[in-house]
């Protein structure tokens, strides 16, 4: 599951996004595979009203607010900014008619998240912020309960959304699947050594040598025949390319003390299957672009701001910048807890799929780091879709 690409840019103010993000075509259109009006199967219409039902006053007893008031503002309004600037040419990511006229639509979007940016700034003087109080949230916003998809979730194939599997423990009924994605700081090296033996390549130029994943994993790229197409970008182990090509971006720390910023650029040519994300079988590979040297702190520092405050999920369905709070019981402390986060990333994974959210976690130097943050939090959750009142 590949994603980071489209908040990234929202963060950084990009103008353009790549032709192909994460698996998820802006420019092209998609090969609809579930809501294709086919006799007997849903049309996306249906999926959407059986999956999203509004409720009133939905957060009740003891819980506490986690999410960092600062961070989301921040989330808020870089994901405002764009929707205000790319409304007519990136149209593809605000949404299907479908749920703005039966959920929210990218207008109420943009109005939800406008108040939540006003209220933040209100309140930074008091210290005190009203959106970590569940009452000022039922109060003050609608919401609609998000029940998963579980039948698009068993022709996926998902996990965690299927009763009676090996590691099942948790009731699915009106939940979805919770997820992480996170960023990596990883070694990296400026030539190839015996740690570092995989590379990221960048294309030079506009042809896209015709090898699949794990041929390029076997070398096909060191060949002489692909000399002027690709050039590598930095060195890496196995193990940390295979993390870049999931996550969309990598941090290297490289020998010299540098820190450097890389990010998905183009694919060659081979879509993500779904039904092969467990079976390490999908032959997409993904070609890079370093960021710009003097700007990679300033990268770095954003991922930061963005933990635990943004979500990747079903953006062209569902659409950009929908406020969603997720409600769950800490699964060490046994504490109920929300977090408030935009939904402002996608990936190849979230095509046609209203089961599952991704939360961004925040940059990690191993996945076991990663695996301490997550293990807090459930395999699903409650979840709701937000707008002012």
């Known amino acids: 599951m590949l994603h980071g690409l489209i908040w990234l840019m929202i963060s950084l103010g990009a103008a353009s996004i790549p032709v192909s993000v994460h698996g998820f075509c802006i420019d092209k259109p998609q090969v609809v595979k579930r809501f294709d009006h086919v006799p007997g199967q849903d049309t996306l219409a249906q999926a959407i009203k059986r999956s999203f039902a509004p409720v009133v006053d939905p957060l009740v007893g003891r819980l506490t607010v986690l999410t960092d ?128 033996t995989h590379a990221l390549y960048g294309l030079t130029g506009e042809a896209i040598p015709p090898c699949s994943k794990h041929e390029i994993f076997a070398g096909a790229l060191e060949a002489d025949e692909y000399k002027d197409a690709v050039k590598p970008l930095v060195w890496f182990t196995r193990k940390a390319v295979s993390e870049a090509m999931m996550q969309g971006t990598i941090v290297a720390h490289m020998p010299d003390g540098r820190q450097r910023v890389f990010m998905i650029h183009r694919n060659n040519k081979i879509r993500y299957q779904k039904k092969l994300k467990r079976s390490g079988k999908n032959e997409t590979y993904w070609f890079f672009q370093e960021a710009d040297a003097q700007a990679a702190p300033k990268y770095i520092k954003k991922f930061n701001y963005r933990a635990n405050v943004v979500f990747a999920g079903d953006i062209k369905t569902i659409g950009l910048g929908k406020l969603i709070a997720i409600n769950y019981t800490n699964t060490l402390t046994g504490k109920r807890e929300i977090r408030l986060g935009v939904l402002a990333d996608t990936g190849g994974a979230f095509t046609d799929n209203l089961y599952q959210l991704d939360l961004f976690a925040g940059v990690y130097s191993s996945k076991t780091a990663l695996y301490f943050h997550m293990k807090q939090m459930p395999n699903v959750t409650e979840a709701f879709i937000l707008s002012k009142k």
């Open 69 to 196: 008031p600062v961070s989301l503002q921040r989330a808020a309004q870089d994901t405002l900014t764009y929707m205000e600037k790319y409304a007519v040419t990136h149209a593809k990511l605000f949404g299907s008619p479908a749920f703005a006229s039966h959920v929210a639509s990218a207008k109420k979007a943009q109005e939800t998240l406008s108040y939540l940016v006003q209220l933040i700034e209100q309140d930074k003087k008091k210290g005190v912020f009203r959106v970590c109080d569940p009452k000022f949230l039922n109060k003050n916003f609608s919401f609609h309960r998000w029940s998963g998809d579980t039948k698009g979730a068993k022709q996926d194939g998902d996990y965690f959304m299927l009763d009676g599997k090996k590691n099942f423990t948790h009731e699915t009924d009106g939940k979805i699947r919770l997820t992480h994605y996170a960023i990596y700081n990883f070694s990296g090296s400026y030539v190839k050594t015996k740690e570092h």
